[in-house]
């Protein structure tokens, strides 16, 4: 595979930066000097050159300096600026051609350094460069400060006098940053890597063909200024250790929020697609408003609905849709929330099932262990779900926020208490609490202070419920309503991301807000899009469809290729015999009616007879045509089942480790890109 350095760096990358001129070089140069000094002769190496400007600076400052560069575009422009100052060698870093102990100084500056595929590749650089150096010389590397650009990424910018689009972000395993540069009139498209390639050496990622966004028919609510805040030690204790963590800690902060009840394997592909939402929105606004904002995930493990939770589904090695299923919950089992479903003995045959699914490749070990590592026996399926998500995203800056922890709900009680005293249009309330068929939803007995579980017809007074919530407050939860509000309590939220339906009902809860004087977040539909391989792309490209067609009913695309296939006057035929069918009972249907009209029922049935078998023989046709279309068909259902398995949309099916298995940790960097360019055109 090419290296990306290698064609790069033309004179077109020389127009992206007009910013970097001389002046910023003597400043650069200056700033070096103040830390290492040179005499007049020394001979100073500049390593990765590029258009001369420091080395025409460190010239002028007496050194005899030697510029060292890949590309011949940039050696021209060195050549033009340092005006014979200054020697210039064309040639690769990793193999350089000085004698030992040639230069007092090597400078390596505008991070030029870093672009190799294996680390090995970077030390044996370094290596050679202090194998330039003289006895007492000294080497000076311009690079990044890693923390200051986890704090600071701006992740999009566009020059709109150059049509340029710069897009950046960090990759998943939170080490490199990713710089995209797009000169949309030329058409271009390159990616920049600050230290390493974020993708597999031999260009597993090149596979996707591409990430599409399908927007969310929703308008975003204006982001509010919000209240930075602290967060309660409590709150801190219920969220996983990480980077997103340890920022929630350091002092006041904003927040950007969403969440999910946990499942099988992370879930359906939308789980991710919102965390990475909240990810790209957070570094959109701390960009913009200079505080911190920090992307947090509630992870729902109160929730109850079993049968959605405990399965997942994948693309099996021939492409099929695969499910995996954990176990089920018998009908009469109280409905426990997921934090008190333990994953037990049957989480090994689900994983052995995911294993005999997924098709071989350098990536699916990696996927295993990662899945193994977080769904234990030993675990349940919140702490499992909240596991896996952490190791997945929490190096992106991601909290994860175990919702269901007891000090979670410490935290959360005194708030679910005073949601006790509000009634719903549907007359309950909007707290639930564990009782003798699991979570329950609680109705206030008129106007007294007892209440009574939905389902099973417990009673509790107040007084019982609030020894519950200082006891074992983890049997106590919010509905959907009261959810939001309490995590607005929680967090300094100023925004929640959230999927269609979640934008549908979440303006219901702004009575709660009001009553419990708590400040509402801004509702922001989530990013929503489908991951779209090259083989797929390869079908639609040949039968010139989008992903839209496959949206119909299952069948409805294939009846309309085979349709295209009936012989032109067969087809013709056809149209003419049902047409001839119906003017022709239209007239005896009036002619009919005139002579008995108690006869006219008959001839209504002998006309949708004549139809039906005329639709009987174009059906038949169509079958005999299909069966000859099997390449095209076998086509069309695989496309199908990446594109919409069992006719739902791939984000609301498939498991996001169907695709990592396949491309690696740099398919979440290419899903990234898109969702950066989302939050930006919030």
């Known amino acids: 595979m090419t290296e990306w350095f290698k064609h790069w760096f033309g004179e077109e990358y020389h127009d992206l930066y007009p910013h970097r001129d001389d002046e910023d070089a003597r400043r650069a140069v200056a700033l070096i000097r103040s830390a290492v000094t040179w005499n007049n002769g020394d001979r100073i190496l500049d390593l990765a050159c590029g258009p001369g400007r420091h080395a025409a600076e460190l010239a002028r400052g007496g050194g005899r300096v030697i510029g060292f560069d890949l590309s011949r575009a940039m050696l021209r422009r060195?050549?033009?600026?340092t005006c014979g100052t200054a020697g210039l060698v064309r040639g690769d870093?990793?193999?350089?051609?000085?004698?030992a102990g040639s230069f007092a100084l090597a400078v390596n500056l505008f991070t030029s350094f870093g672009y190799f595929l294996d680390d090995d590749e970077h030390r044996r650089v370094v290596q050679q460069v202090a194998?330039?150096?003289?006895?007492?010389?000294?080497?000076?590397?311009d690079y990044l400060n890693a923390e200051y650009v986890r704090r600071t990424l701006n992740v999009i910018e566009q020059t709109t006098s150059q049509d340029v689009i710069v897009t950046r972000r960090i990759d998943s395993a939170n080490r490199f940053v990713i710089k995209e540069i797009e000169l949309r009139a030329e058409g271009r498209r390159c990616r920049r890597r600050a230290l390493d390639t974020a993708g597999d050496p031999r260009g597993r990622s090149s596979m996707i063909a591409r990430i599409l966004s399908t927007p969310i028919a929703a308008a975003a609510e204006k982001i509010?200024?919000?209240?930075?805040?602290?967060?309660?030690?409590?709150?801190?204790?219920?969220?996983?250790?990480?980077?997103?963590r340890d920022r929630l800690a350091a002092g006041d902060v904003l927040a950007v929020t969403t969440g999910q009840q946990p499942g099988l394997f992370t879930g359906p592909l939308y789980t991710v697609h919102k965390a990475l939402s909240a990810i790209a929105l957070a570094r959109r606004l701390e960009h913009e408003r200079g505080v911190p904002v920090v992307p947090v995930f509630w992870v729902a493990g109160d929730d109850h609905d079993f049968a959605e939770a405990n399965h997942a589904w994948v693309l099996g090695r021939d492409n099929d849709p695969v499910k995996i299923v954990l176990r089920e919950r018998p009908h009469e089992a109280p409905q426990l929330p997921l934090f008190r479903e333990s994953l037990?003995?049957?989480?090994?045959?689900?994983?052995?099932?995911?294993?005999?699914?997924?098709?071989?490749?350098e990536c699916k070990p990696d996927v295993r262990q990662w899945l193994e590592s977080t769904y234990q026996p030993d675990t349940n399926l919140a702490d499992a779900g909240a596991a896996a998500l952490q190791q997945l995203l929490g190096g992106r800056g991601l909290a994860v926020f175990r919702a269901h922890d007891r000090s979670a709900k410490r935290a959360a009680a005194p708030w679910i208490l005073r949601g006790l005293g509000e009634t719903l249009t549907d007359g309950l309330t909007p707290v639930m609490v564990e009782g003798r068929l699991g979570r329950d939803r609680l109705r206030r007995d008129g106007g007294g202070s007892d209440y009574i579980t939905r389902r099973s017809g417990e009673r509790l007074t107040r007084g019982q419920l609030e020894q519950i919530a200082a006891d074992t407050p983890e049997r106590l939860s919010p509905n959907v309503l009261l959810r939001p509000v309490i995590e607005a309590a929680?967090?300094?939220t100023v925004a929640y991301v959230g999927g269609p339906g979640e934008m549908e009902y979440l303006p219901e809860a702004a009575p709660l807000f009001a009553s419990l004087g708590v400040a509402p977040q801004a509702h922001v539909p989530r990013w929503s899009g489908l991951i779209i391989e090259a083989r797929v792309d390869k079908v639609l490209q040949k039968h010139g469809l989008t992903p839209a067609d496959f949206e119909s009913a299952p069948g409805v695309l294939e009846a309309r290729f085979a349709q295209a296939d009936l012989p032109p006057e067969l087809a013709a035929s056809l149209r003419e015999l049902r047409n001839d069918v119906e003017a022709r009972f239209a007239r005896v249907s009036g002619e009919v009616a005139?002579?008995?009209?108690?006869?006219?029922?008959t001839v209504q049935s002998a006309r949708n007879?004549?139809?039906?078998?005329?639709?009987?023989?174009?059906k038949k046709l169509l079958a005999s045509v299909k069966r000859t279309q099997g390449t095209v068909l076998s086509q069309l259902a695989r496309a199908r089942a990446a594109l919409a398995p069992g006719g739902k949309p791939q984000e609301r099916v498939l498991t996001v480790a169907s695709f990592l298995a396949r491309y690696s940790g740099s398919l979440l960097d290419e899903i990234d890109v898109e969702v950066a360019r989302w939050a930006a055109g919030l």
Do not use: W, Y
């Not at 007879?609 to 174009?618: M, Q």
């Open 78 to 81: 060195a050549h033009d600026r």
């Open 93 to 99: 870093m990793r193999a350089l051609p000085f004698r």
């Open 131 to 141: 194998a330039t150096l003289a006895p007492g010389g000294h080497f000076v590397l």
């Open 224 to 244: 509010p200024a919000g209240k930075r805040g602290r967060v309660s030690p409590d709150v801190l204790a219920a969220v996983l250790p990480g980077p997103g």
């Open 344 to 361: 037990g003995p049957d989480i090994r045959a689900a994983l052995d099932a995911l294993d005999k699914a997924l098709p071989d490749s």
């Open 490 to 492: 929680l967090f300094p």
């Open 594 to 601: 005139q002579l008995d009209p108690t006869l006219e029922r």
């Open 609 to 618: 007879a004549a139809l039906a078998g005329t639709n009987e023989i174009e």
